[in-house]
């Protein structure tokens, strides 16, 4: 049996620096998962995803987050609470929740902090 030698070139070269430097995000990880659906399905769901211009994958992920996280509705910066109301406001005493009432229901903590904190 017979012994190849081979030699490489050692010259170095020097990496070109990237014309866009530009700071990058790490993507939060994710799980790759299969599922098993029915054709008529994924027809659907490529219908669906075509229409609102994204991908299945975004689109799927989208439709389940807000079936199990409901995404919190939010207010326009200019919104005004009407007078009348903001006067009802002082009848009803209310209690300030606890920490772990907060930490449990995250859309009630939202709108405590945004709007009912005094």
Known sequence: METITVERN????????HKKAVETKK?????????RISPE???RVKYKARQVDVSVNAY??????????PRI??????F??????KSLS???PMRTPTQKELEEDPKFAYLYEKYLKV
Request: no cysteine; aromatic share 0%; proline share 11%.
């Open 10 to 17: 050692t010259a170095t070269r020097k990496a070109k620096p």
């Open 27 to 35: 993507a939060p990880e994710k799980v790759q998962t299969v599922l």
């Open 41 to 43: 399905l994924m027809r």
């Open 60 to 69: 799927i992920e989208d439709v389940l987050r807000d079936a199990v996280m």
């Open 73 to 78: 509705p939010t207010l326009p910066e200019d």
């Open 80 to 85: 005004e609470i009407d007078p009348v109301i």
């Open 90 to 92: 002082g009848i009803i």
